[in-house]
DNA sequence: AGTGAATAGTTAAAGAGTTTAACTAATTTA
DNA sequence: TAAATTAGTTAAACTCTTTAACTATTCACT
């Protein structure tokens, strides 16, 4: 490929990846009130996903110390949103978990995201944004591959 | 498109967004050091890219109010990156330029981030993140439409 | 079995980013 | 020209993040 066309297509990338990024979250909070910021949405999806969510494993995947999750997770757990259990083998580890009161909120959200989502995505054809979300995953294990070997070096 | 594959394309874009954005931001951060934070970087870009640019295009583009910006632009300023001047004509309007120790720092950030993502983006072939980046333009496009929409309720 | 290293998580302090509300100064409009 | 609007700032309160030091537990090894 051309020095140029890269060059050209980075700019591009980076404008539009940074405007749907920020104008996602902006629709997504209009829709999911002031209830909770953007990370804590994220921790409260990223949770109910995920089996056993530990700290060590948020820190990973959203990229920040672990003391940085301790803190949110503590604002959230005062709000009743989240619970903390110690592994039964391992009492060092501390599994985190939506209450009632967090799997209701994150059902809210669910479907008020969904909404708009459906809202958005219906406008695109099924092959354009399969072949799409294909590429970006692949972009996705690209970046974790490339994360890899820095850590190795 | 049925009900059911919706949620789990939602699903898939959701997560990948995800890791890309925090993986990307990861990486970048790696190469640029702590001289920037992600937000002053990506701030450093969009008044390199502008022209004529000012706290309230800053605050529409990031979503965030103008206090927010003029937090930021004022420990940008204080470490010699941004310049204030005040418009001629319109003497409510201050226009945000980089300094010459700005642009130094930009270039030297343009530079380690082309490095990075031209070691990824040599490994799809040109028609492929075209058709990549064209239809997340119309993604991003959409969004912004919602909330022109949103605005005029 | 016992010592040293590694691992999971927390705490405290300092700084960065955000929101809200009240404010100044300049411009528009009616 | 008075009233409303616009651009930007300030201050207080809060969230998020990093660094460094810490506790508690488990692992590895002789």
Redesign the pocket.
Known sequence: MDKKIIQELIDRYVAVSFQVQKKAEYLIKGQIG?DL????HYILRYIHQSNDC????LADA??????????????MADRGLIQ?TRDV???????LTLTKEGNTLYENCQEKVQLLVESIITQFDETEITTFINTYEKLAQLLINKKQEEREE
Do not use: C, L, P
Not at 37 to 40: F, I, L, V
Not at 54 to 57: G, K, Q, R, V, W
Not at 62 to 75: G, L, M, P, Q
């Open positions: 002031d910021t953007n990370d804590q530990t700290s060590t494993e959203f990229e920040v110390n672990k003391s940085a999750i301790t803190a949110i997770i503590n604002r903390r083998n391992d009492r060092r580890v501390v599994y």
